[in-house]
């Protein structure tokens, strides 16, 4: 680095070749004993602190061989729409698997105060909300003991219009279901009826009812599934997946049932999503390999929960992975070859992905590395060397096209080009705290009321040098380096300000802009060698005032 190498040997001070001197501190050599006053003395320790400063910005702009700067590279100029997500076939219920409006409770209606009926009333099925919303109520026609008389009860919807009479006969088995005709049903269980015992059910045409899918499918009231069945109630039999034959009986719940379909070979996962109320049968293959095919339905499982009737959403790989012709922002790609560098590249659209043909260029001869974002939104080619122009010829196929990126030749300082990430936070750190001990040169160093001679002079030389830089200090702003000589005289104001947000864009953006400042180019000087060679010798004057051997190295040992 030039201020480490000068630390260790300022007579061989010589990093970058200059087209003229930088200009040197004019200190008088001492005709009494050599003694520095306090400014002198201050005024020296703040040029070694911007001589610390100005070391580490000098070794992170010109030291690493990992800057970025002036290499070819060119970019997608638009966003390329891409979906970089594995999935996998899926089917789901068409609907709800209940998806009616209507619902009721309770499930076990009491019979009427003073009622004597023994036998418990039990109401299920799924409301359709026909009959609107209001008491639905169950009445005794005829009384009798069940499963010995021949007892009789009557419904009647919220309006008091009669529904249904049912006869419970005397050979009719204790879990037999009673229609009331509008998508519900009741049973008696063993015991008397009395006549003219009543039991009432709210019906409601606003609120849904939800499924339970830990409840059997032959349960009944608050004991079963809750399904809306239409017609096609589960029962003892088989469902065919993907080959598979797997037996459900009507005792299993919708939960139980899908846990044989994922114990069994079908090679899927089914789900219950509570949420949605729907069933969900995923292939565990992701991509266009995995299927998600329904064969058979015995048991009317696949109906019941509205599988059977919906179809299969294939399975398909990343964009960046699937076939360039199965890809919609590709669909204008042809066969062919590329030619990157005068290297051809073969693309073969019904084989070849976008991954494949990004590798194939970045593993040819062309000396271009082509890499997608992390979000599939952008492709980048960059050249592998920053001394010649990068040419990118689609040659026909539309590739290049349909990735956003501008054929034709990339030249060595084209757009794109900067410090990678991770330097230009260490080089924006760097100028701000370069520019932090010029300021208070600046300011510690300004007059009291008694001026120093020497150190004013100092203030002087150092003020002119960057005069001659940067004119009247605004030259630099568009880069986010501000130096306002005007306030050199003002302990209140600052010389210099850095805008770093602005400066970190122009490190990644416009790297040999800011170098360019910095080092200089074009015959001219830049402000790192201004800085360093002025502060060098100013301090170099000030130690042989001060009657040591004139080195910085003794200043800091």
């Known amino acids: 680095m030039l201020v480490g190498n000068t630390l260790l040997n300022l007579n061989s001070y010589s990093r970058i070749e200059r087209p003229a001197a930088a200009p040197r501190a004019a200190v008088e050599a001492p005709s009494v004993a050599p003694v520095l006053s306090f400014q002198q003395l201050q005024a020296r320790d703040q040029l070694i602190r911007v001589l610390d400063a100005v070391a580490e910005l000098d070794r992170l702009v010109n030291g690493s061989k990992t800057v970025l700067t002036g290499v070819p ?9 891409l979906d970089l997500r594995d999935l996998a076939a899926t089917r ?13 409770g309770p499930f076990e209606p009491a019979w009427n105060i003073g009622a004597t009926s023994t036998s418990m009333l039990t109401v299920g099925g799924d409301y359709n909300g026909e009959n609107g919303a209001g008491d639905l109520v169950l009445e005794v026609l005829r009384g009798g003991v069940r499963g010995v008389d021949r007892p009789r009860i009557r ?69 079963g599934a809750n399904i809306e069945y239409s017609g096609s109630q589960v029962r003892n039999g088989t469902v065919r997946i993907n080959g598979e034959t797997i037996a459900i009986a009507e005792t299993d719940s919708i939960n139980s049932a899908l846990d044989k379909i994922n114990a069994s070979a079908a090679g899927v996962t089914a789900s219950y999503n509570e949420v949605t109320e729907q069933v969900e049968i995923v292939a565990n293959q992701t991509g266009p390999g995995g299927s998600v095919n329904l064969q058979n339905d015995n048991a009317r499982l696949f109906r019941a929960t509205k599988l059977w009737s919906g179809t299969t959403l294939p399975g398909r790989n990343a964009d960046n992975l699937a076939t360039l ?34 590798t ?10 082509a890499q997608l974002s992390p979000d599939g939104q952008r492709v980048t080619l960059t050249s592998d060397s920053a001394e010649t122009s990068m040419d990118i010829d689609a040659n026909g196929t539309g590739f290049f ?46 007059g009291r009321g008694r001026e120093d001679a020497t150190v004013n002079g100092l203030r002087n030389q150092l003020e002119g040098a960057l005069r001659g ?49 910095l080092n200089g180019a074009d015959g001219r000087q830049g402000l790192l060698q201004i800085v360093e060679q002025f502060a060098l010798s100013a301090v170099r004057g000030l130690n042989e005032l001060s009657g040591t051997k004139g080195s910085v190295f003794d200043t800091f040992a």
Do not use: C, W
């Open 401 to 446: 096209a349909a990735l956003a990126i501008q054929e034709g030749t990339v030249a060595a300082n084209g757009r794109g080009r900067g410090y990678s990430e991770r330097r230009s936070l260490k080089i924006n750190a760097a100028v701000a705290d370069t520019v932090k001990t010029l300021n208070t040169f600046f300011r510690e160093t300004a």
């Open 469 to 517: 830089l940067l004119g009247n200090g605004e030259v630099s702003k568009a880069l986010g380096i501000r130096l306002d000589l005007d306030a050199s005289g003002d302990r209140f104001r600052d010389v210099g300000s850095v805008d770093r947000n602005r400066l970190a864009k122009k490190l990644r953006s416009s790297g040999p802009n800011v170098k360019a400042l």
């Open 73 to 81: 590279s060119s970019r997608s100029q638009s966003a390329l729409g």
């Open 360 to 369: 194939r260029i970045s593993t040819s001869d062309a000396g271009v590395t």
């Open 155 to 223: 419904v009647y919807d919220p309006l008091g219009d009669r529904l249904t009479t049912r006869t419970i006969r005397e050979n009719h088995a204790l879990d037999r279901k009673y229609s009331i005709g509008n998508g519900m049903y009741f049973v008696v269980g063993a015991g008397t009826l009395t006549r003219d015992d009543t039991a009432t059910v709210t019906l409601s045409d606003t609120i849904s009812s939800a499924a339970d899918p830990d409840q059997p499918f032959i349960g009944i009231g608050s004991f």
């Open 92 to 104: 789901v219920s068409t609907d709800e698997v209940n998806a009616n409006t209507g619902s009721y």
């Open 325 to 358: 012709d199965q890809v919609d922002a590709f669909s204008s790609v042809s066969s062919g070859n590329l030619v990157v560098n005068g290297e051809n590249i073969a693309i073969d659209v019904g084989n070849d992905s976008l991954d494949d043909v990004l």
